[in-house]
């Protein structure tokens, strides 16, 4: 398996300007490759294959007088954005033939200096090390020093260098990992995911929804009026935008924390993990949307499926028509209707529910079942 990890670069101004050099050659790189390729379908050529754009936009830009600074980078920076950019297309064409399952993927868009992120890859081609002193050493940038949170369980295969919207730089890691299985424990749980609570379990327990963007929405409606005060082009208004870049920046680390510590909370505690497989797509285009991506539901899932895949625990989507909160738990009966403010309710049966709790226990029910099934058992339990 194939883990990222990430962690805080703090370059000197000269190695700032170098990565800034560096961001700058890899996104001309891009853009000259999808011009190329554009111009060659509006006027009816073959498509260009990756090695004949790779002769023309790097091996032989280098020797004009207007991109001969592209040599000032290293090499593999410029592979890697044309390696982006064939990846991109292979994708595009993909998902247009039905080749690529999901949403449609878009074709490949110009980038531009001002977009919030700027990254660039180095592979082992590139000989990026670090150094016995701790730092990543990046060809032709220099030694970078880095703040180090745990040690690398591997030799990394590559590193990509980001620039955020924050003016934040961080160094992401790709390195291969082994599974390494947790003791087995009995436990199962079931969870149901809502905005009251962020988690309610089958076991009773309610986990509350922090609300990180509610909470922060004074300061960041404060530094948002700071920016808009600043006239268009000026230094304070280039400081106002970092102001609220930072502030947003705060509140997505926050909730990207909450989310990996419960996470492995849960995986680490269970044998195995049914969740509801949510819509949150569909949610976002509700009144609620502002409440839905606060929440963060689809981050969260995602750190349940590696993780329990890493650790050896199984982790059971069910389906989002799956009816959890109108049947009791108690007898299988289905309610004909369960509005979003009835939070209790009475089962015919004399079986008394919590709107959640009984979700829950109906999504654990049913996760067991679809485990069971693979082994040839029942669809469905004995009401």
Same mark, same amino acid.
């Given at each position: 398996?194939?883990?990222?990890?990430?962690?805080?670069?703090?370059?000197?101004?000269?190695?700032?300007?170098?990565?800034a050099?560096?961001?700058?050659?890899a996104?001309?790189?891009?853009?000259?490759?999808?011009?190329?390729?554009?111009?060659?379908?509006?006027?009816?050529?073959?498509?260009?294959?990756?090695?004949?754009?790779?002769?023309?936009?790097?091996?032989?830009?280098?020797?004009?007088?207007?991109?001969?600074?592209?040599?000032?980078?290293?090499?593999?920076?410029?592979?890697?954005?044309?390696?982006?950019?064939?990846?991109?297309?292979?994708?595009?064409?993909?998902?247009?033939?039905?080749?690529?399952?999901?949403?449609?993927?878009?074709?490949?868009?110009?980038?531009?200096?001002?977009?919030?992120?700027?990254?660039?890859?180095?592979?082992?081609?590139?000989?990026?090390t670090?150094?016995?002193?701790?730092r990543?050493?990046l060809?032709?940038?220099?030694?970078?020093?880095?703040?180090?949170? %745990?040690?690398?369980? =591997?030799?990394?295969?590559?590193?990509?260098?980001? #620039?955020? +919207? /924050?003016? $934040?730089?961080? !160094?992401?890691?790709?390195?291969?990992?082994?599974?390494?299985?947790?003791?087995?424990?009995?436990?199962?749980?079931?969870?149901?995911?809502?905005?009251?609570?962020?988690?309610?379990?089958?076991?009773?327990?309610?986990?509350?929804?922090?609300?990180?963007?509610?909470?922060?929405?004074? %300061?960041?409606?404060? =530094?948002?009026?700071?920016?808009?005060?600043?006239? #268009?082009? +000026? /230094?304070? $208004?280039?400081? !106002?935008?970092?102001?609220?870049?930072?502030?947003?920046?705060?509140?997505?680390?926050?909730?990207?924390?909450?989310?990996?510590?419960?996470?492995?909370?849960?995986?680490?505690?269970?044998?195995?993990?049914?969740?509801?497989?949510?819509?949150?797509?569909?949610?976002?285009?509700?009144?609620?949307?502002?409440?839905?991506?606060?929440?963060?539901?689809?981050?969260?899932?995602?750190?349940?499926?590696?993780?329990? !895949?890493?650790?050896?625990?199984?982790?059971?989507?069910i389906?989002?028509?799956?009816?959890?909160?109108?049947?009791?738990?108690?007898?299988?009966?289905?309610?004909?209707?369960?509005?979003?403010?009835?939070?209790?309710?009475?089962?015919?049966?004399?079986?008394?529910h919590?709107?959640?709790?009984?979700?829950a226990?109906?999504?654990?029910?049913?996760?067991?079942?679809?485990?069971?099934?693979?082994?040839?058992?029942?669809?469905?339990?004995?009401?």
């Open positions: 398996m194939q883990l990222r990890y990430r962690f805080r670069l703090y370059p000197t101004p000269s190695q700032r300007q170098a990565l050099r560096a961001f700058g050659c996104r001309v790189v891009f853009n000259d490759g999808l011009r190329l390729r554009q111009e060659a379908r509006e006027n009816g050529l073959p498509y260009i294959s990756d090695g004949s754009l790779s002769k023309q936009v790097i091996t032989q830009a280098k020797k004009t007088p207007e991109r001969a600074w592209l040599g000032e980078v290293s090499a593999v920076v410029l592979q890697q954005a044309l390696a982006d950019l064939n990846t991109a297309y292979r994708n595009f064409f993909a998902s247009i033939t039905g080749k690529r399952k999901g949403p449609k993927v878009a074709p490949p868009r110009f980038r531009c200096k001002r977009d919030r992120r700027q990254a660039i890859r180095f592979t082992r081609n590139a000989r990026f670090i150094t016995t002193g701790g990543l050493r060809p032709k940038i220099g030694d970078v020093p880095v703040r180090w949170s %745990r040690s690398l369980p =591997a030799e990394p295969s590559s590193v990509t260098v980001i #620039k955020d +919207s /924050a003016g $934040r730089y961080f !160094a992401s890691f790709v390195v291969e990992t082994g599974d390494e299985p947790l003791p087995e424990t009995v436990a199962e749980v079931g969870i149901d995911l809502g905005l009251t609570h962020f988690a309610v379990l089958s076991d009773g327990r309610k986990i509350g929804n922090p609300r990180f963007l509610r909470r922060a929405e004074r %300061r960041l409606k404060k =530094a948002q009026q700071a920016l808009s005060r600043k006239a #268009k082009g +000026s /230094a304070n $208004r280039k400081k !106002a935008v970092v102001k609220v870049a930072r502030a947003h920046a705060r509140v997505a680390d926050a909730r990207r924390d909450f989310a990996h510590k419960l996470s492995t909370q849960i995986i680490r505690d269970n044998q195995a993990v049914m969740v509801e497989d949510l819509a949150v797509k569909g949610l976002a285009r509700t009144k609620l949307a502002k409440s839905v991506h606060d929440a963060g539901w689809g981050q969260f899932t995602a750190m349940l499926a590696y993780k329990a !895949a890493r650790y050896g625990r199984t982790l059971v989507r389906d989002r028509f799956f009816p959890s909160s109108k049947l009791c738990s108690a007898c299988g009966t289905v309610a004909e209707s369960m509005p979003l403010n009835i939070r209790s309710w009475t089962c015919p049966c004399g079986a008394a919590d709107r959640d709790v009984n979700a226990i109906n999504i654990l029910t049913a996760g067991r079942a679809e485990r069971l099934n693979a082994c040839g058992g029942t669809v469905r339990p004995a009401a």
